[in-house]
């Protein structure tokens, strides 16, 4: 998912950078010159920009796909790659500096805040200053002499504080201009936009979107200013005079009186007598906003981002609320048709609990309508979270049931589907190499995967070997089985690591029944009959094993069996030993139920 991360964050960047750019030509063709207006305008583009994520529809991606071929080089013993220095993906660097970037900025905006309010216990009251100018105006701050600021600064917001310097404490025009910022709430919109570029420290656009919003803030303050004071020559003057002191470091969440790099564009647009009829202002400001809105459909559609890939089929009407625990995968939750005839609707809560790998093993059902409760259970007790605390732990998780009762839309529930026997076995162990092998699985296993293959691209496919990758991938996840596939006219063989529910079809079971996940079945088997090893294979030294999809009886006793995979001369073997394998009745709200699940039986020759 880091990459898909990343991904959306790269569409995202573009979108920004199509509307702020977009924004910024329609203000110039349509000539919209009041700073107000254009202040206005610049924090519109900087809200779309900001809510493109939350009011655009994320495109769905598609599940990872089994052609998904995976290099995995040459094999590396276990003690070797622990003494190997740690290769982080280039995904994970980047989050990482991505992330460090963040931190430094918010770390920066921390040290402002600290910075001004050193400042203000360092500075003394100026007590009746520019009385008669507040009185005026309606608005009321602290104004203090500090020593440790070049410029006037303005900040706070219940009780705002002016900062001057000593050599401003005569200037009418510089603290009317403070307290317009005052009265406008200015601090308040500058440490937002701090925290925005905070977080967006690594787009030039942003930067650049913040600059503009900044300048037309000042020159809107510009303006009211010489309308109050009614001496725009005063007021060039204290610009000018300010211009020709160092400024020195700009404090973080306040605003500067004067930023050098704006004073020539500020300079400009007092001198500048700029005005617009109401007619034309509406009308622009009518085409802007359609524009933008164009504009942004366009980057939207163009530079999609696209939602997580969902590898589970809920039916209609179907909410899982997984709990606190990360989930790493899951079985679909079906709508029971008895269910849906009745129009049996509520929220079904359950009891988890998860073992240290991570498998849950066990789930009790808390609340809910009785009918519901199957199909909920079924599904909880093929769940596999993360566990990385390696300890027993209890989770809620809740499935919700409503019925969808639109037109055109029919819930139909999949008929029971019988897997039949598996093409050809395995191969003899000295005549196929492993051509690709292909991971089937969600991204948040496939680096875990990755890490515990024993088997490389080119070595021998052995029957030794295939066990050995099959205990390696179980002790990632219990869930994940391996299949091979020999491809046709060749020496060699795709190996495919997936998920055992992983084919929409072996989910479906035939009502009455449940289906549950190998590893619980397995905790429960009383009685196990060893199968014979086929004095044949042993001969030819045929290794590997043998998958059947097995209907377990109220009673225990196996009632079942399909073949999925496995090489001829074991297959009987093992299913007369299965068959006459029990286990300890299912319980489901107390009464024994039909269990669906897997079962594999091993075939290992001692070296």
């Not at 055992?500 to 009383?526: D, F, H, T, W």
């Amino acid at each position: 998912m880091t990459t898909l991360w990343l991904q959306n964050l790269a569409s995202y960047s573009l979108q920004i950078a199509a509307i702020a750019v977009a924004g910024a030509v329609l203000l110039r063709l349509l000539r919209i010159r009041l700073p107000n207006v254009r202040l206005i305008c610049w924090q519109a583009l900087l809200a779309a920009c900001l809510l493109l994520p939350a009011i655009q529809p994320w495109r769905p991606l598609a599940p990872a796909k089994s052609d998904v071929q995976v290099s995995t080089g040459k094999m590396i013993p276990v003690e070797a790659r622990r003494s190997q220095p740690i290769n982080v993906p280039w995904s994970k660097l980047a989050l990482l500096i991505l992330g460090a970037g963040v931190a430094t900025r918010f770390a920066m905006l921390g040290l402002g805040f600290w910075r001004i309010r050193r400042y203000r216990r360092n500075s003394r009251f100026a007590a009746g200053a520019f009385e008669s100018l507040q009185r005026r105006m309606g608005v009321f701050a602290d104004f203090q002499i500090s020593p440790d600021v070049a410029g006037p600064v303005a900040f706070g917001f219940l009780r705002p504080v002016i900062l001057l310097p000593a050599s401003c404490l005569e200037d009418e025009s510089i603290a009317c201009h403070e307290l317009l910022h005052v009265r406008r709430r200015d601090w308040l919109f500058a440490v937002a936009e701090e925290c925005i570029l905070s977080v967006l420290w690594f787009h030039p656009v942003t930067w650049w979107l913040m600059a503009e919003i900044r300048l037309a803030r000042e020159e809107a303050v510009d303006r009211e200013v010489v309308g109050i004071l009614n001496s725009r020559e005063q007021y060039l003057e204290s610009l000018l005079a300010l211009a020709a002191v160092r400024s020195g470091l700009d404090l973080a969440p306040a605003s500067p009186f004067l930023r050098k790099r704006h004073l020539q564009k500020r300079v400009a647009s007092l001198l500048k007598e700029v005005s617009m009829s109401r007619l034309r202002l509406n009308v622009s400001l009518a085409a802007f906003v359609a524009a933008v809105a164009l504009i942004g459909w366009v980057s939207v559609k163009s530079f999609p981002l696209q939602a997580a890939p969902q590898n589970r089929t809920d039916a209609l009407g179907v909410t899982v609320n997984s709990g606190s625990v990360k989930l790493l995968h899951r079985a679909p939750v079906d709508y029971p048709r008895e269910a849906l005839d009745k129009r049996i609707e509520g929220t079904v809560v359950l009891e988890i609990s998860v073992g240290e790998t991570g498998t849950v093993t066990d789930a009790r059902v808390l609340s809910g309508p009785e009918e519901l409760r199957s199909a909920a259970l079924q599904s909880v007790l093929q769940w596999h979270y993360a566990n990385d605390a390696h300890a027993p732990v209890k989770t809620e998780a809740s499935v919700d049931f409503h019925v969808v009762a639109s037109e055109g839309i029919h819930v139909t529930m999949n008929p029971r589907v019988v897997i039949g026997p598996a093409p050809p076995p395995p191969p003899p162990p000295a005549a196929v190499t492993v051509g690709r092998i292909i991971l089937n699985v969600p991204e948040e296993l496939r680096q875990r995967v990755q890490d515990r293959l024993t088997l490389r691209e080119g070595d021998q496919l052995t029957g030794q070997a295939m066990a050995d990758l099959q205990n390696a991938i179980t002790a990632v996840d219990e869930h994940l089985r391996l299949s091979i596939q020999r491809l046709n006219g060749q020496g060699n063989s795709t190996v495919t690591i997936a998920l055992e529910n992983a084919s929409p079809q072996a989910q479906a079971v035939a009502p009455g029944k449940i289906r549950v996940g190998s590893p619980i079945v397995a905790a429960n088997l009383v009685h196990k009959v060893t199968p014979i090893y086929p004095p044949e294979a042993k001969a030819a030294r045929i290794q590997g094993v043998v998958r059947f999809n097995a209907t377990i009886g109220k009673d225990g006793t196996v009632q079942d069996l399909q073949l999925i995979t496995g090489h001829p001369l074991m297959v009987q073997p093992a299913r007369d030993a299965v068959m006459q394998w029990v286990y300890k009745p299912t319980l489901l709200n107390g009464d024994p139920v039909e269990v669906v699940t897997q079962i594999d039986v091993n075939f290992t020759l001692s070296q």
